[in-house]
């Protein structure tokens, strides 16, 4: 019994090997990031939690039938139709290296399709929210003269979460220039402008971030402690601007990222140029913020044509 269990033991890790192969492979031939990768982690672990899958010939035992009623079961469990594409398109990309690497005759997740969802829009402040959230003055000093610099470089060059708190002094970030040169996605590099008023208040922060800077932290945005602050302390001080500036909703980093790209389309009209500035790879990305301009048009019309209002 001891010797079948040490059996079982061994060809679990053995699988367990196959699938860090694997997240290797994503992080040399997709550069795939750390996040990403976590993600693929959690989702390969799952489809061998879920088909007891502990062999190579146990994995390509497996048929679409075995592949849908996983999802069912995930499904079941209340994980929205979104992750559970996602999950889906994680167990066919590894298939499909079992493929190539290791002679796998067919994908069983090939073909199948994950619940449907809805396209919901992401939710974007106006512009007149924009303004009032990022007009009002610091209240609490030296910190709130961080998180105001922080708020205005999101909204003026629509940057991710982790390409804000992963900024440095003395790169990435050229007041000279008015740019801002970052690393998202898959390790792919891009330049977007910086508006002035964001200048403005990151030199206002930076004329006083010595005062809690640890020694040698190269951060351009630092926690109270005086290290790099993180991508969650962020997402609480925002929450905190925004109620005491009573808006009268969560705001959250991304929201200040969709109303960059929506503002600018609005204004500009060019979707390319959007694409770029956000590190959009598929511009069917972008496309989305199309629909919220459709959106902010529809209600103009609403409000001024005579044949429209409401009587």
């Given at each position: 019994m001891s010797a079948l269990r040490d059996q079982g033991a061994l060809?679990?890790?053995?699988?367990?090997?196959?699938?860090?192969?694997?997240?290797?492979?994503?992080?040399?031939?997709?550069?795939?990031?750390?996040?990403?990768?976590?993600?693929?982690?959690?989702?390969?672990?799952?489809?061998?939690?879920?088909t007891a899958a502990t062999t190579l010939e146990r994995l390509a035992a497996l048929r679409a039938i075995d592949i849908r009623r996983c999802i069912m079961q995930l499904h079941s469990r209340g994980r929205s139709p979104r992750a559970i594409a996602r999950t889906l398109s994680a167990w066919r990309s590894f298939y499909r290296w079992l493929g190539r690497n290791h002679d796998l005759p067919a994908n069983p997740c090939q073909g199948v399709r994950p619940p449907k969802r809805r396209r919901d829009l992401p939710k974007a402040l106006s512009v007149d929210q924009a303004a009032a959230l990022l007009n009002a003055a610091p209240a609490d000093g030296l910190l709130d003269?961080?998180?105001?610099?922080?708020?205005?470089?999101?909204?003026?060059?629509?940057?991710?979460?982790?390409?804000?708190?992963?900024?440095?002094?003395?790169?990435?970030?050229?007041p000279t220039a008015g740019e801002v040169t970052v690393t998202g996605k898959r390790s792919k590099t891009r330049v977007v402008p910086v508006g002035n008023k964001a200048l403005a208040a990151v030199q206002a922060w930076l004329e006083r971030r010595h005062e809690i800077a640890a020694d040698g932290e190269r951060a351009l945005f630092i926690s109270r402690r005086g290290t790099r602050i993180?991508?969650?302390?962020?997402?609480?001080?925002?929450?905190?601007?925004?109620?005491?500036?009573?808006?009268?909703?969560?705001?959250?980093?991304?929201?200040?990222?969709?109303?960059?790209?929506?503002?600018?389309?609005?204004?500009?009209?060019?979707?390319?140029?959007?694409?770029?500035?956000?590190?959009?790879?598929?511009?069917?990305?972008?496309?989305?913020?199309?629909?919220?301009?459709?959106?902010?048009?529809?209600?103009?019309?609403?409000?001024?044509?005579?044949?429209?209002?409401?009587?």
């Open positions: 060809a679990a890790q053995a699988v367990q090997d196959i699938a860090e192969a694997f997240l290797a492979a994503l992080t040399h031939e997709r550069r795939a990031s750390p996040h990403t990768l976590d993600a693929y982690r959690r989702d390969l672990a799952m489809l061998l939690q879920l003269l961080r998180d105001r610099a922080m708020f205005e470089v999101f909204y003026s060059s629509g940057l991710r979460l982790a390409e804000l708190v992963s900024l440095d002094i003395g790169a990435g970030l050229d993180s991508p969650r302390m962020v997402e609480l001080r925002l929450t905190r601007w925004a109620q005491r500036q009573g808006l009268g909703l969560k705001v959250h980093p991304h929201m200040l990222r969709h109303s960059f790209a929506t503002h600018l389309l609005q204004s500009s009209g060019d979707l390319r140029a959007v694409q770029e500035m956000m590190g959009h790879a598929s511009i069917a990305s972008t496309q989305i913020y199309t629909h919220l301009d459709f959106q902010h048009l529809a209600k103009v019309y609403d409000a001024a044509h005579p044949r429209a209002r409401k009587k």
